[in-house]
């Protein structure tokens, strides 16, 4: 395994890079900005100024793609990164979803009816202080409504000028082929760690596509002994189109993460951890 250079500034950029669409490129290890709000994903965190201190560590370090959604808070980890990031650096990528409700803390329905998905884009549109949403993903399938107008509706969006591209979450391989018939996706957001590989045909699949391949809860490691950077490493070695997104209300633990990107890990190593 080769080490980080403890005297060397972590970078994300020492990940590499991948593609989101045709025109965008981003380093491949990215920020999920999820736990920047209060217990249970609602409200405030305790701490407003440590958490735009860490949105602004990330930048530092070379994240440059960050990935939230309007049902955080609700609306206020869009609202922090506007508050610490505005206005944006060239090349900052920030990702945003659509398609989940909230009645309280831990509490998670889903809405993906036309009207909600709108109301939704429109909201992270005022939030984040973008006139276009560069990446919108459908948070998740709502068996109440057919794909083809939850999609549709994001591709109307996208033909206003309000998204630029269009990504799914939390989709089966078959959910994801039907997406792909309807619209150009180019993001997946999945499940994806050392010890939940269940999306591992959507995965294939997205390697056969060129789809970026994001995956949520990153760091889960099971039973593995793997701390948190071998835990990132081995997602970065696994697959050429996956773009860890590790989320953190610590700016040490943050520096940890990023750390992990200038990791490599044995051919023995990533044997032995699949």
């Known amino acids: 395994m080769t080490q980080p250079n403890p005297a060397a500034a972590p970078s994300a950029a020492a990940a590499g890079s991948l593609s989101i669409g045709t025109d965008l490129k981003v380093h491949r290890l990215g920020f999920g900005a999820m736990r920047l709000t209060g217990p249970g994903v609602w409200g405030a965190p305790a701490d407003r100024p440590a958490a735009i201190r860490i949105l602004q560590r990330a930048l530092e370090l070379g994240v440059n793609f960050i990935d939230t959604a309007d049902s955080y808070g609700p609306g206020t980890s869009e609202e922090i990164i506007a508050e610490a990031l505005y206005p944006y650096p060239p090349g900052l990528v920030i990702a ?9 803390p831990g509490n998670w329905g889903r809405d993906a009816h036309p009207a909600h998905l709108r109301a939704a884009c429109e909201g992270s549109l005022k939030r984040l202080r973008l006139a276009r949403i560069d990446l919108y993903q459908l948070h998740a399938l709502d ?3 057919p794909l083809e107008d939850s999609l549709g509706e994001l591709a109307r969006l996208r033909a206003q ?4 591209h269009i990504g799914v979450s939390n989709v ?17 957001q999945n499940r994806y760690n050392l010890a939940d ?3 591992e045909e959507v995965l294939k699949n997205c390697e056969r596509a060129g789809i970026a391949f994001i995956p949520w809860f990153p760091l889960g490691a099971g039973r593995d002994a793997a701390n948190a950077q071998r835990a990132i490493a081995w997602l ?9 997104i590790p989320g953190t209300s610590s700016v040490a633990h ?10 490599r890990l044995s051919a023995r190593e990533m044997q032995a951890m699949t």
């Open 96 to 104: 945003t979803k659509g398609g989940l409700t909230r009645a309280g």
């Open 143 to 145: 068996p109440r409504v």
């Open 161 to 164: 000028g309000k998204i630029r």
């Open 172 to 188: 089966s391989a078959r959910e994801l082929a039907q997406a792909q018939r309807i619209v150009t996706v180019v993001s997946v």
């Open 197 to 199: 590989r269940d999306s």
């Open 236 to 244: 970065l070695a696994r697959s050429p189109v996956m773009l860890p």
């Open 254 to 263: 943050l520096e940890e993460n990023v750390a992990a990107a200038s990791l």
